[in-house]
Nanobody
Framework: QVQLVESGGGLVQAGGSLRLSCVASGSILEISAMGWYRRTPGNQRELVGTITSGGSTYFADPVKGRFTISTSSAKNTVYLQMNSLKSEDTAVYYC?????????????WGQGTQVTVSS
């Protein structure tokens, strides 16, 4: 079983910055990709950005140029650096990780962390 725990959410003024962290733990053999998604009230969860084990990143258009993703040297922690935050970035942010345990593949989600941007 793989667990993901997010942290770093909170309240920030528009134009400010926040950094989210997500730590993966459990019987992990390999993490192939990690990413961040977000959900606003009344909307579906949407992709924010992803990073592969090789370091390739992808960002959704609304956050390009403002958000970056990185991982720890141990590759079990993913960070989302959010700069120039806007009110429309207000959402619950979820961490996702995909990979393999010794027995199976996994596609796991964190519990979510609230980000609120005040205008």
């Amino acid at each position: 079983q793989v667990q993901l725990v997010e942290s770093g959410g909170g309240l920030v003024q528009a134009g400010g910055s926040l950094r989210l962290s997500c730590v993966a733990s459990g019987s992990i053999l390999e993490i192939s990709a990690m990413g961040w998604y977000r959900r606003t009230p009344g909307n579906q969860r949407e992709l924010v950005g992803t990073i592969t084990s090789g370091g390739s990143t992808y960002f959704a258009d609304p956050v390009k140029g403002r958000f970056t993703i990185s991982t720890s040297s141990a590759k079990n922690t993913v960070y989302l650096q959010m700069n120039s935050l806007k009110s429309e970035d207000t959402a619950v942010y979820y961490c996702n990780a995909q990979g393999r345990t010794p027995h199976t593949r996994f596609d796991s989600w964190g519990q979510g962390t609230q980000v609120t941007v005040s205008s």
